[in-house]
């Protein structure tokens, strides 16, 4: 397995803060690593261009130097949902341009890790949609549940989707969106018991969520193979 997409219940779960932990988790056991934010919207112009918060943390993360427009082939200004945004900057979000700067970063590292947009079944165009990439790239996904109220519905809905669309699941990882959260324990058991994949961490809210301190509460032994 060359490769894993990071995926969650809806936007705002902390994907990019998984991704990065996973990142530094594959860096803390020497394996090379290097992330990837395939589509991104809300960026910001920078000096090459447009560029993605998220896909800067990618690159921070990981232990390998790549190119932006590799680790980020689509960069979007709008902060808004991604197809909306291709649409009005006249921008063809294409699975062979997606395709291509996967390779390349296969070739540079032992591992890539995806990050998503959004949750599981955002638009990405008119016939496209995040679903779509795992499958096109040929890895497995790990899905992020925000913990908080909804989430139950969100994430069997979510993992069953994965299951329909014949992608392997290789786990999912509890991130605590909402501190104040109700039964949180009891939240956790149920999905535990209910999503048929191992739980591969449970992460807390942290003030300050290093990618090195995240990597502390992921399980990464199923992504090792």
Request: hydrophobic share 45%.
């Amino acid at each position: 397995m060359s490769g894993v997409f990071v995926t969650g219940t809806d936007t705002g779960v902390g994907k990019t803060e998984i991704a990065a932990g996973l990142l530094a988790g594959f860096k803390a056991r020497g394996i090379s690593a290097v992330g990837m934010k395939p589509v991104a919207s809300g960026c910001s112009p920078g000096d090459d261009g447009l560029q993605s918060d998220d896909a800067i943390k990618l690159m921070a993360a990981g232990s390998v130097d790549a190119p932006y427009d590799e680790v980020n082939p689509i960069a979007l200004a709008d902060p808004i949902a991604p197809h909306i945004a291709a649409g009005q900057a006249g921008v063809d979000v294409r699975l062979g341009h997606i395709r291509q700067a996967y390779a390349a970063l296969a070739q540079r590292a032992e591992r890539v890790v995806v990050e998503g947009v959004g949750g599981w079944r955002v638009p990405l165009g008119p016939a496209l949609a995040v679903s779509d990439l795992p499958d096109a790239l040929g890895i497995p996904v790990v899905l992020v549940v925000g913990l908080r109220l909804g989430c139950l519905n969100h994430s069997l809905l979510t993992a069953e989707s994965i299951r329909a669309r014949g992608v392997r699941l290789l786990g999912w990882i509890a991130n605590e969106a909402d501190p104040d959260m109700r039964a949180k324990d009891e939240n956790i058991a149920t999905l535990a018991a209910l999503i048929d994949a191992p739980t591969l961490g449970v992460v807390p809210r942290l003030d300050l969520p290093k990618p090195e301190i995240v990597a502390e509460y992921l399980r990464l032994e199923p992504l090792l193979s």
